[in-house]
């Protein structure tokens, strides 16, 4: 009896160990290098290879007042698509952009790519903030 009690105690402690071990951390470089090939499949036509953009028609992604101003309208426009005039980095566009039909990891990997290069320092966005957004 006392073996039987002492193997569940025993399993009972396994399980509440393995219910607290710690997720993989977020690989961030990962991320950014499949949100590269995204961007290169689907944006850079109009903001060109390094962000830039075109002055007055393609607002660029190089250190964009306006994208890193709000992660969550970055993340809602960038799938939904925009229209209608917005003043980036002091100059006013006013064009579309249609959205992208990418999953919560992709448009996750395609943010934290733009969110951290071309000269931007914006953080890491999960999966789950994209999932959020889309509500």
Same mark, same amino acid.
């Given at each position: 009896?006392?073996?039987?009690?002492?193997?569940?105690?025993?399993?009972?402690?396994?399980?509440?160990?393995?219910?607290?071990?710690?997720?993989?951390?977020?690989?961030?470089?990962?991320?950014?290098?499949?949100?590269?090939?995204?961007?290169?499949?689907?944006? %850079?036509?109009?903001?060109?290879?390094? +962000? $830039?953009?075109?002055?007055?028609?393609?607002?660029?992604?190089?250190? !964009? =007042?306006? /994208?890193?101003?709000?992660?969550?309208?970055?993340?809602?426009?960038?799938?939904?698509?925009?229209?209608?005039?917005?003043? %980036?980095?002091?100059?006013?566009?006013? +064009? $579309?952009?249609?959205?992208?039909?990418?999953?919560?990891?992709?448009? !996750? =990997?395609? /943010?934290?790519?733009?969110?951290?290069?071309?000269?931007?320092?914006?953080?890491?966005?999960?999966?789950?903030?994209?999932?959020?957004?889309?509500?």
């Amino acid at each position: 009896m006392n073996k039987l009690i002492f193997t569940l105690f025993s399993a009972v402690t396994f399980i509440t160990f393995l219910s607290f071990e710690q997720k993989p951390k977020f690989d961030l470089n990962a991320s950014m290098e499949r949100g590269k090939e995204i961007y290169l499949r689907n944006c %850079v036509s109009c903001h060109m290879d390094q +962000g $830039e953009g075109l002055e007055g028609i393609f607002p660029p992604i190089a250190k !964009s =007042d306006y /994208m890193l101003a709000d992660k969550k309208r970055a993340i809602k426009q960038t799938l939904k698509g925009v229209m209608g005039e917005m003043t %980036v980095n002091g100059v006013k566009y006013n +064009g $579309e952009m249609n959205g992208f039909d990418l999953t919560d990891e992709q448009m !996750s =990997d395609l /943010m934290n790519y733009l969110f951290n290069s071309f000269g931007n320092k914006g953080g890491i966005t999960t999966p789950d903030e994209v999932k959020a957004a889309r509500k």
